[in-house]
């Protein structure tokens, strides 16, 4: 019986796999995990060539938990990923191990693989991924595809402007007939994590102390000892059930308003500790980050400025439209990346802008993300030659977007054709990818 190829986009905030031809991931879970450092006098006494170990230089491999509700508060969590880059292919390695072992359940050796990468993604890691997939799991076949085309294809289009608002990232990306135009390419540190930051703060102004809660049920973190980052993810992670909940993009950039101003409707949430958050024009500003960011730039992580100025693995990250960072509201980076394509692409692209990612589900960025972009091409209140169409699925099918496209592609009669098998590998080497994956 023909196996089904494995689709999977390991992203920086979650993994997803899955087969191919079906509608949602077997396996979807939070690509960030933790470790516990090792204890050196603990490890000396539980294991006595340890020293030896030591003095011969060998490094401890890190075990990554991905249950993090359940685990020690006393663990480093981290993502694979860092600005949608991998950092850590052993973390991506046992990402497979996990999803495999708990939901795949495959012969990864008899199996073909479609590997979801970032449209920004460098030579030099993608030919790494191969190099992991064909000589750790022994794939017999595998291709990459970029997700902004994905994304096109889950809804329908082969053409389109693709506006994929991720956790840690967003990307506009210009995709025509298939192919990602990458003259137009933006990124940016926009996300939802950003917004998660950003409310988290607002919060933290009112006097509200969010606990580190995770787990089902919620199992709070407050033991001494608890890492810097896992506070951070676990606070976040509340946040972000409240941001789901109760915040909205406002139809219209808000100026400063007095946090007791009553003429702002107010929606309450309760945290897991049991405390009630009235929220009025805080979850309506923090939305908004996405549309008007120069008040978030702040809360950017710190080193996070340094490693946009560096380069990634040897190789430069672009200049900004071309795969280099933005700092542009997410209207204007749109705006930009369809100015840099050619002129008889435009239209075309003004008339199919593609939403997607899980950053894009707040209720309310279509319509402001469509009066915003026409306002960004045309000037406020100017009607232009080409209105701007904006395209998006439900918000559960918005987060798995490229994972859907990829499904797509892996289930297509001719998906054999394109792909790079085990012998093309072992002929031509991991540089294959760059020719037949284009």
Not at 116 to 130: D, G, H, V, W
Not at 163 to 183: N, S
């Amino acid at each position: 019986m023909e196996m089904n190829a494995v689709v999977a986009e390991i992203g920086g905030f979650a993994a997803r796999l899955g087969f191919a031809g079906e509608d949602y991931p077997r396996s979807y879970f939070p690509s960030c995990a933790g470790f516990i450092p090792p204890d050196d006098s603990t490890t000396r006494a539980t294991n006595p060539s340890s020293s030896k170990q030591n003095n011969s230089k060998q490094i401890q491999r890190k075990e990554y938990k991905f249950d993090l509700g359940h685990n020690d508060s006393r663990m480093n969590v981290h993502s694979p990923l860092s600005g949608g880059l991998v950092k850590d292919w052993d973390m991506v390695e046992q990402i497979w191990q996990h999803a495999n072992k708990t939901a795949l359940t495959v012969d990864l050796a008899q199996t073909p693989l479609l590997l979801i990468e970032r449209a920004f993604n460098t030579s030099k890691l993608r030919q790494e991924y191969a190099e992991l997939m064909f000589e750790r799991f022994q794939t017999p076949a595998l291709f990459l595809a970029k997700d902004s085309v994905l994304s096109c294809f889950a809804c329908g289009k082969t053409s389109g402007l693709v506006v994929d608002i991720g956790a840690e990232t967003t990307t506009v990306a210009p995709v025509q007939d298939g192919w990602l135009e990458a003259k137009g390419l933006m990124r940016s540190r926009l996300g939802g994590r950003m917004v998660d930051r950003y409310l988290r703060a607002f919060l933290e102004r009112d006097g509200v102390t969010v606990d580190p809660f995770l787990g089902q049920p919620p199992v709070a973190g407050t033991g001494e000892g608890m890492s810097a980052s896992y506070r951070d993810f676990a606070t976040l992670e509340v946040v972000r059930g409240l941001k789901e909940s109760v915040c909205r993009m406002p139809e219209a950039s808000l100026a400063p308003k007095d946090p007791k101003d009553s003429s702002v409707p107010k929606a309450n949430y309760e945290l897991p500790d049991g405390t009630v958050v009235s929220a009025g024009w805080e979850r309506f500003q923090a939305a908004d980050i996405l549309m008007d960011p120069e008040p978030a730039w702040e809360l950017m992580p710190e080193g996070r400025e340094e490693e946009d100025s560096m380069q990634v693995d040897g190789e430069e990250g672009g200049k900004e439209g071309e795969g280099g960072w933005s700092r542009e509201s997410l209207p204007r980076m749109a705006a930009t990346a369809i100015r840099r394509c050619e002129k008889e692409q435009q239209s075309p692209l003004l008339s199919s802008v593609v939403l997607a990612g899980g950053g894009a589900c707040l209720e309310g960025t279509m319509e402001r993300l469509k009066v915003e972009l026409e306002n960004a091409m045309y000037g406020p209140g100017q009607a232009g030659s080409t209105r701007v169409k904006v395209l998006q699925a439900g918000p559960q099918e918005r987060k798995i977007c490229a994972w859907l496209g990829g499904s797509i592609v892996g289930s297509l009669g001719t998906f054999h054709e394109m792909w790079v098998s085990k012998a093309e590998y072992a002929e031509k080497g991991a540089r294959v990818v760059d020719t037949k994956c284009p």
